[in-house]
């Protein structure tokens, strides 16, 4: 695991918060960036005192009680070093291998776009976001594919999550001959659990009850590419539909208890680590770029709040959070 400083990380997370995120109010941003003020109390800290530190030892009268202080702030500093330093880090791209020129096609609370974003961010590849309409789907009038995420790297047009990160994978050198262990067929396995039976348990849940359909098409809404009166009505009008929607897909899927089948889907996961801090060890795999990307738009919902109370997935989840870090979105030039 790479680790990195405490200010090293307190400019990437701050640096990944664009102007626009921010005022956004994302709920994963302010989780971020409330761990941006813990981290950059104890990193000014530590640098204010070096700082006064080093000024009383050119000072040739410094007192006894002066010394126990610094002494005192050295230990503060250097525990509070040794905290920053367990942060986990991103796993960016050789230079050689990252791609110039990488657009996302997507809806911003899609579970599958989600994860394809995961795997950017973790690789640090910068990426710039088209919000499709998902009305009018005037941005991907161009393509015969009609579903999101599309990714297009360097002119070359990739659809289908899983493809996605499967070629992005390669393109970046991921499956280098060192890389590959045993762990590959447990990785390629929960890879299909994701898509195979964990996406199937999100619906259901964050359209369980009316309140939860509306919170959901509020986030929905109010992130997504919508006119001003679609918003209006596609938040009730949409969680009315979701709501009856997810009732089917209940049935579809056969979940009898929705809540039941995500706290479970959690606990399969946690199980599934063994003890260890990701899938893939001391860093995450695909798999786990895969789950936390596809729970990564319901963890500030009801549902997903509801998860990490109940079950024991919180803190590998939390360990993603850091792993991931700052989005490496950059701002599409407009057209
Ligand atoms: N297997 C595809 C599924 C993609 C998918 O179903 N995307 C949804 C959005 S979450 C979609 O575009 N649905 C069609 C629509 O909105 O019209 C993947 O993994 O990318």
Known sequence: MRRVTGLSAVHRAVDGLSATQLAAGNPVNHYRLSQVALLSTNSNYSSARSHW????????????????????????????????????????VQAKFRPNDVVLYQYEACPFCNKVKAFL?????????????????KEIKWSDYKKVPILTVDGEHMVDSSDIIDKLAKRINLNAPADS???????????????????????PNIYRSASEAIESFDYITSHGNFSFTERLVAKYAGATAMYFVSKKLKKKYNITDERKALYEAAETWVDA????DFLGGVKPNLADLAVF???????????????????????????????????????????
Do not use: C
């Open 53 to 92: 530190f080093s000024n009383n030892r050119i000072s040739e009268n410094s007192s006894r009680a002066s010394a126990h202080a610094v002494a005192g702030t050295m230990l503060f500093s250097v525990a509070a070093t040794t905290i920053v330093q367990e942060v986990h880090a991103k796993e960016p």
């Open 121 to 137: 961010d973790y690789y640090d590849i910068a990426y710039k976001v088209i919000e499709v309409n998902p009305i009018s789907k």
């Open 181 to 203: 262990s045993s762990g590959d067929d447990e990785e390629k396995k929960w890879r299909g659990w994701v898509d195979n039976h964990l996406v199937h348990i999100l619906s």
């Open 273 to 276: 680590l063994n003890g260890r």
């Open 293 to 335: 990307g596809v729970l990564r738009p319901i963890r500030y919902l009801k549902s997903g709040k509801d998860m990490v109370e109940n079950t024991r997935i919180g803190n590998w989840y939390s360990r993603m959070e850091d792993a991931v870090g700052a989005p490496s979105r950059i701002q599409a030039q407009p057209e």
